[in-house]
DNA sequence: CCTGGAGTTGTCCTA
DNA sequence: TTAGGACAACTCCAG
């Protein structure tokens, strides 16, 4: 009987697997392997490795239920394949498709080898599908998103596949490593399960409040999925399938109009894949070449101030904390955090980029790098750069209670709503009565939004001619 | 090739 | 109190 291996990195499921359905189908002997490589696991990334591990304990115990076992190896995953496949007399390797430029490459180099067999599962269409007439691709969303909507779903017509996927059942003779056992996520149990759960949990009612909630920061009403769509422990086709099938079952024009929102959300996913694949170099720099000369201020105390949340803004620095605390930041706020680096300090979109990569729990280069670069206008789709988020009125409107501050920077808690995003503007003696003095219980405001403005539209100001550098840019 | 409509997420001032 | 327009100019994209 010959044997395949089933190489995981960003699919840690069983259900709805491409890759794993592709070696099934070749093979009832198959391996299910995962490498641990040197090289991304040097990255600082706590909350991500913790989330991985605990994720592959819960595969390896659900393969277990099938007879089988996870192989866990740790090396450069060219090397550990090269040997492994005459060890155990493996004919092929299957693997899902990831289009980072750090997996591309690897995966390459490993083809030219070895029988290595790439199967697409990331997202519902593979990068140059949702492209334009000209075969270039698309860089600005809405019209990806009208594309995107008007291709026919690979999903919708195989619907009922999930059993017949997962037997028969690998077989396996590992010679495996321990999983490193690491303190959990509370917020965030890695398992397939779960990640189910939480989906079956947003499309039964909460999708349809989804537009008119998600930019609540104190009431929950997003879907908390992204660590799951992250490793792949739930698949985008089944993400997607629910979002339409609760578009469907919408009830009304105003839930439907819900629920299609946090499809939009999905499909962003899916577009900043496709511009990382087309465009890898914008991990290296603006996409937009002519903002590559704006004059950053990139002061060292700027930045700590807002790494560490102390910033004075009490929207700012409770989103900061909220990351630092549980590896998970509300999307607001990371975009009122973004701007407040970018746009407020004048520190590089890049710091703060390897900042949240450093601490998200969902950390993904694509969907980071073009929230950054979005958010800096700097990027594909650039907003218009006198788009300058002030840090009191996003408080004010999207946190109207408060209460976001106060769970994140107890030293506020006591403050009346009414100067809970403004502490400064409290008389002192106000705030002797609620324990606080600024600039020793809570920072001052490290800078004055309101001048802000016109040094940011200075800076910006590169003179740079937009260049047309190729055919599709 | 030309044309015209449109472009995730905002702020501030005025009437 | 609130609604509407200015804030710029340019690229993207479909017809």
């Known amino acids: 009987m010959k044997t395949v291996i089933w190489w995981i990195r960003r699919d840690i499921r069983l259900q709805d697997n491409p890759a794993l359905q592709e070696a099934v189908s070749q093979s009832t002997n198959i391996l299910p392997l995962y490498i641990f490589d040197p090289k991304l696991l040097a990255h600082k990334a706590e909350q991500r490795q913790s989330f991985l591990f605990e994720a592959l304990r819960n595969l390896d115990a659900e393969l277990k239920k099938y007879g089988s076992r996870l192989t866990l190896i740790t090396g450069n995953p060219r090397e550990v394949l090269k040997s492994l496949i005459v060890t155990v007399g493996a004919e092929a390797i299957f693997a899902e498709a990831d289009y980072s430029p750090y997996a591309r490459h690897r995966d390459q180099k490993i083809a030219l080898e070895l029988p290595l067999w790439l199967v697409h599962g990331l997202t519902v269409f593979p990068p140059g599908v949702v492209v334009k007439n000209s075969g270039c691709p698309y860089t600005i969303y809405t019209p990806f998103n009208r594309a995107w909507k008007g291709l026919p779903h690979p999903s919708l017509s195989q619907n009922h596949k999930h059993a017949a996927r997962i037997s028969p059942l690998p077989v396996t003779t590992p010679e495996s490593e321990a999983i490193p056992v690491k303190k959990t996520n509370a917020a965030f149990s890695a398992s397939g399960e779960e990640a189910h759960r939480r989906l079956a949990a947003f499309v039964a009612s909460p999708i ?80 937009r070449r002519d903002l590559r000369g704006i004059r950053w201020r990139n002061e060292p105390a700027d930045f700590r101030a807002w790494r560490d949340g102390l910033t004075g803004y009490p929207v700012v620095d409770a989103g900061m904390r909220q990351l630092k605390e549980t590896g998970w930041m509300h999307n607001r706020a990371r975009m009122i955090t973004a701007s407040f680096l970018v746009k407020d300090l004048l520190v590089t979109w890049q710091e703060g980029e390897a900042w949240f990569m450093e601490n998200l729990v969902d950390g993904d280069p694509a969907s980071n790098n073009g929230g950054w670069q979005w958010t800096s206008g700097v990027g594909t ?7 300058i988020f002030n840090p009191v009125l996003q408080g004010e409107k999207y946190d109207p209670t408060g209460d976001f501050v106060r769970k994140w920077l107890p030293e506020l808690k ?60």
């Open 381 to 387: 789709d650039a907003v218009p750069y006198f788009r």
């Open 208 to 287: 349809y409040q989804y537009e008119d909630l998600r930019n609540r920061l104190d009431v929950a009403g997003t879907s908390l999925l992204s660590p799951y769509l992250r490793f792949g422990l739930i698949s985008s086709h089944d993400t997607v399938d629910a979002a339409q099938m609760a578009i469907e079952k919408a009830p009304d024009k105003d839930s439907r109009k819900n629920a299609e929102a946090w499809l939009n959300e999905l499909i962003w996913r899916e577009f900043y894949i496709s511009i990382l694949h087309h465009f890898p170099e914008v991990l290296d720099g603006s996409f």
């Open 414 to 473: 006591n403050l009346p709503t009414e100067y809970i995003h403004k502490p400064w503007m409290m008389d002192e003696a106000g705030l002797k009565s609620y324990g606080i003095k600024l600039g020793e219980h809570y920072p001052r405001p490290v800078v004055d939004h309101s001048i802000v403005k016109q040094r940011t539209m200075a800076a910006y100001n590169t003179g740079e001619p937009r260049i047309v550098i190729d055919g599709c840019r």
